[in-house]
């Protein structure tokens, strides 16, 4: 096993993109690059437009289920397809920030 650890992804939604199969394959760079997977994702240009790394950032709802965007009947198959709680990152972010978020990821 090598000492080499790699870099942690996250998407505007809290979706870990290092993670996914389609971003391992190289099928997919994640949201943050000029062409991902998903084009038709509402997140992303949501995000961009409030000037946010990830939905963590954004200021516009307490309770990031109360945002339609974000917290969907396709976002909730999408989140268990990838088996991935994307609030819940969303909600450790604000806790703890993105940098110590993508540590714990590491670890």
């Known amino acids: 096993m090598s000492g080499e650890s790699k870099e942690v992804v996250v998407a505007y939604c809290g979706l870990v993109c290092s993670d996914c199969g389609a971003y391992l394959k190289g099928r997919c760079q994640g949201c943050h690059c000029d062409k991902p997977m998903n084009k038709g994702c509402k997140v992303k240009p949501c995000a961009q437009e409030r000037n946010c790394s990830t939905c963590g950032d954004c200021g516009g709802f ?5 945002c339609d965007k974000l917290n969907n009947f396709i976002s909730k198959i999408f989140a268990f397809i990838f088996r991935s709680d994307r609030i819940g990152n969303l909600n450790r972010i604000r806790e703890i920030g993105i940098d110590r978020f993508k540590e714990e990821k590491q670890g």
């Open 62 to 66: 307490e309770n990031l289920k109360e």
